[in-house]
Each structure stands twice: as C-alpha cells, then as structure tokens.
C-alpha cells in the first residue's frame, strides 16, 4: 500500500544544515502535491513548504529564504534542505503527499502522512 517514509533528521548545530528525505512507496498513479509539516511540543502542526508536481513552491514566512524544498519526480521523493537552522526550527517534521493510488479505477487523489523524523536545533 502507499506510505511516506521520512529520512535524515537529527541533532544539528545552528549554523550547520540538515537535509531531510521522504520517498513515497506503493501503487502509485500521481503524485499532486508534496509538503513537510512540522511540530514543536505544546504547538499546533504547521506547514513548512509545499510544492506542486509542476514545480509551484509555497513556504512559511518564518523559513523563507533558508530552507528549499525540491522533488525527484521520477523517485517519488521530497527533500528539505535545512540552511542555518536555528533552536525555534527544533519539531518533528513530518512530509505529506496527495497521491492519487494506481490499484483504483478513478483518480482520487488522498492524503498521505509519514510518520515523523525528529530535527533538533542546539546553539
């Protein structure tokens, strides 16, 4: 069946970079959009960027201009490139996809979540 499987995150100094992984595995027919989410203990999960199969990119204003995020279409997978992270960038990050799954005669797409990979910041 589709999962998302996030990889890369860890302990990380500011001023040092993380990149973060997600491949999408399954019967897949489409992929529509891909994004990572994060969560900080006691926040509400928010979205982090978010890009489109034709390349569209939307980011949160508070990690605009130091992380990228970029797709290998042909892999089914994310990345998130983590440039001067700092302590408030400390959650667990979470990638989301809306595919659309091969094994079914229509072309709905729906809502996939990976299980999380911890990021933390220390100065």
């Known amino acids: 069946q589709v999962q998302l499987v996030e990889s890369g995150g860890g302990l990380v100094q500011t001023g040092g970079s993380l990149r973060l992984s997600c491949a999408a595995s399954g019967e897949i027919l489409r992929i529509n959009v891909m994004a990572w989410y994060r969560q900080a203990p006691g926040k509400q999960r928010e979205m982090v960027a978010t890009?489109?199969?034709?390349?569209?990119?939307k980011y949160a204003d508070s990690v605009k201009g130091r992380f990228t995020i970029s797709r290998e279409n042909a892999k089914n997978t994310v990345f998130l490139r983590m440039n001067s992270p700092q302590p408030e960038d400390t959650a667990v990050y979470y990638c989301?996809?809306?595919?659309?799954?091969?094994?079914?005669?229509?072309?709905?797409?729906?809502?996939?979540w990976g299980q999380g990979t911890q990021v933390t910041v220390s100065s």
């Open positions: 989301y996809a809306e595919i659309v799954p091969g094994i079914y005669n229509a072309y709905a797409a729906y809502a996939y």
């Open positions: 890009m489109s199969s034709d390349g569209n990119t």
